[in-house]
């Protein structure tokens, strides 16, 4: 059974960082692209960040330069770390893992973690 459990989320004001990590289990770790994705309340979700089995990454226009993720294959664990945090950045964030890229890149990925809610004050 394959399981994403985030953590690290929290409050934080404007300018602040936070580290979010998303564990993995029940899933042969390196054969799948990893993603973070977040949704706002009223808001449609949103790809943040994707890493493929090769380790290239993608970043958002909308955090490029300010997130950053990465993942450690001997610890099946996911990260986020986000510096100069803005307010607009508050949201769920969300661990996703496909072993099919193109589908984690257009937010199909058949694995989901329950999130964890990232909150930035101004």
């Known amino acids: 059974q394959v399981q994403l459990v985030e953590s690290g989320g929290g409050s934080v004001q404007a300018g602040g960082s936070l580290r979010l990590s998303c564990a993995a289990s029940?899933?042969?770790?390196?054969?799948?692209?990893m993603g973070w994705f977040r949704q706002a309340p009223g808001k449609e979700r949103e790809r943040v960040a994707t890493i493929s089995t090769y380790g290239t990454t993608s970043h958002s226009d909308s955090v490029k330069g300010r997130f950053t993720i990465s993942k450690d294959n001997a610890k099946n664990t996911l990260y986020l770390q986000m510096n100069s945090l803005k307010p607009e950045d508050t949201a769920m964030y969300y661990c996703a893992a496909d072993p099919v890229h193109s589908k984690l890149w257009t937010g199909s990925a058949n694995y989901w973690g329950q999130g964890t809610q990232v909150t930035v004050s101004s």
């Open positions: 029940g899933l042969t770790y390196v054969r799948y692209s």
